[in-house]
């Protein structure tokens, strides 16, 4: 069985991502019916979220950042500041409108925390892949198979509950959910051959 996998440390050999459009930081409940809006006008989105990480046992926090993103732009939604309004709800609940996410079934155990909401139009990349013979599951490995590039992890365990987004954080934000709409038009361009990747080999059961 040949299946298309790659190793950390060709990962970090490889140059690092930057997002390259633009970020909108909604931070007030009047800032999230426009930002909908704008997000409306593309059929293919990128989605994720992020919660500040617990360090102590026992210790909980409800998920605080909500990031969706076109090709262009990323919209990072401080749930924290502003919870889940009802434009928001709405757009989630769209199921017109495609939204590409990794692990999806653990954002939306994090969305039910803090509202009523029924999410519909997801695509789960997990999933996808493996329809690719991409036997890699996380984010930063699937990105790096089909782009060669890496998707720095280093602001995964920052405070996402801060008063202010750091540049660093923000750009960590965008790219997760940016990555997730890339990696699906791609793949369903047809962009991807699974034979003709330099990560494909035979799979070699483990002992």
């Known amino acids: 069985m040949y299946v298309v ?7 970090n050999e490889m140059p690092r991502v930057t997002f390259p ?3 909108h930081i909604i931070a007030d409940d009047s800032q999230v019916q426009r930002a909908v809006t704008a997000l409306r006008s593309s059929h293919i989105v990128g989605f994720d979220t992020e919660t500040r990480p617990s360090f102590r046992r026992g210790e909980q926090h409800n998920i605080a950042l909500l ?11 401080r749930l924290n500041k502003t919870g889940v309004t009802a434009p928001l709800r709405d757009y989630l609940e769209d199921g017109d409108i495609v939204k590409v996410g990794l692990s999806t079934c653990d954002d939306f155990h994090q969305l039910a925390k803090v509202c ?11 999933q996808l892949v493996k329809q690719y013979q991409i036997a890699a599951m996380s984010l930063q490995k699937i990105y790096a198979i089909l782009f060669q590039q890496k998707i720095s992890k280093g602001q995964q ?6 008063p202010q987004l750091t540049p660093s954080q923000q750009q960590y934000a965008a790219i997760d959910a940016w990555a997730c709409v890339r990696i699906y038009n791609h793949l369903l361009a047809g ?4 034979e003709q990747s330099p990560y494909w080999h035979e799979l ?3 002992e």
């Open 157 to 162: 365990l920052t405070n996402w509950e801060a």
């Open 116 to 126: 009523d909401c029924h999410p519909a139009g997801f695509v789960e990349l997990q």
């Open 191 to 194: 962009n991807f051959i699974p």
């Open 5 to 11: 996998s790659i190793d950390k440390q060709t990962i």
């Open 21 to 23: 459009g633009h970020i």
């Open 67 to 77: 990031q969706i993103s076109t090709l262009s732009d990323a919209y990072l939604f």
């Open 204 to 206: 070699v059961e483990q």
